[in-house]
């Protein structure tokens, strides 16, 4: 199997420049017979067969996939199963150990206490470990597998304070040192990460807009961690164009990213297509996104997102497994 590495700007692939047009399948390890999961099951072997080889799929390893819902014990069966099929269909997989927003885990949103020590000992909101003990557990577990491409420590971390209940964007409260707080927590993940997987490439999971922690100089103040190897903007037409907010849009990011001499992937592109577009309309309109991505630096994008059951009499960001935008993953990875 080919391995993922970063060379400057650029990813590589055995240490020769590699673009990556990837797509995200949060969802692979749902096992209905093992564990809660998130979203639909999917045939591993189908999803990873239908791929070009050497594609670039993120997905969701969270803790909560590793508890078996009938007797409420840890079951690494259904991850196992991911990482199994990936590397059989000699795929990479960037491995996402846990949500800023708690989708798919316990929908607990976490906040700036959680990235001020609480991850290296909460237990709580019914997942099975600390954050801490459950990144020792995934990296000692799948940090060799021949199908891993990176890790991504946390999915859009936003270190804010909640102030209502539901911790609605809206009413949250951005505390002074954020960023710092924000580069702390990466500095010592990643250097915990390095210690179990020394070759690892890490993502910095980043939403990339103003969210707390990021907001203008201080994504740059992150994304200057040594636990940090490659940065994410997640990019979503609806509400982002190129080259986006002078401050915070997708060129100021990548801008960012080169004077930090790493590069940025477009961890997330979604479009939306059913009933409101096309699936032939969607392919050419992310067709152009690509390109224009790429002309401006972008150093890889990812497809949102992979279900095998897309709801095509609605408007949606599904794709689907007869999607053509298959078309297009792997083929700009040179």
């Given at each position: ?16 420049p590699w673009w990556p047009i990837g797509i995200n399948a949060y969802q692979l390890g749902t096992n209905w017979d093992v564990n809660a999961g998130c979203g639909a099951q999917v045939d591993l ?136 707080l924000l580069r702390k927590f990466f500095d010592e993940v990643g250097a915990r990460i390095r210690g179990l997987d020394p070759d690892a490439v890490i993502f910095s999971g980043h939403a990339g ?23 994410e903007y997640h990019f979503y037409p609806s509400t982002d164009a190129m080259p986006g907010d002078v401050s915070d849009g997708i060129a100021r990011r990548i801008n960012q990213a080169q004077a ?75």
């Open positions: 199997m080919p391995k993922l590495g970063v060379q400057g700007t650029s990813l590589t692939l055995d240490g020769r072997d189908r999803y990873f067969g239908g791929l070009a080889p050497h594609s670039l799929t993120r997905v969701n390893v969270y803790s909560s996939f590793a508890v078996n819902k009938q007797t409420g014990a840890l079951d690494f069966s259904a991850l196992d199963a991911v990482f199994d099929s990936a590397r059989r269909h000699d795929q990479l997989l960037i491995a996402v150990l846990t949500g800023g927003g708690g989708g798919c885990e316990n929908d607990h949103f976490k906040d700036h206490s959680w990235y001020d020590g609480g991850w290296k000992t909460e237990v709580s909101h019914g997942l099975p470990m600390s954050y801490q003990d459950w990144a020792d557990t995934a990296v000692g577990r799948w940090g060799n597998s021949p199908a891993l491409g990176g890790w991504t420590p946390v999915g859009e971390p936003e270190p804010s304070v909640c102030t209502d209940e539901a911790c609605t964007w809206q009413a949250r409260v951005c505390p002074t040192g954020s960023a710092l807009g103003a969210q707390c922690g990021s907001k203008g100089d201080d994504y740059q103040t992150v994304a200057a961690s040594p636990g940090i190897d490659v940065l930090l001499n790493k590069p940025l992937i477009v961890a997330e592109v979604g479009v939306e297509a059913g009933s409101c577009k096309s699936l032939q309309q969607r392919e050419q309109e992310i067709s152009m996104i690509v390109a224009e991505q790429r002309a401006n630096g972008a150093a890889g994008v990812l497809f949102w997102s992979f279900v095998p059951d897309p709801r095509l009499n609605q408007c949606t960001l599904d794709i689907g497994p007869n999607d053509p935008l298959f078309r297009m993953i792997g083929a700009g990875a040179a």
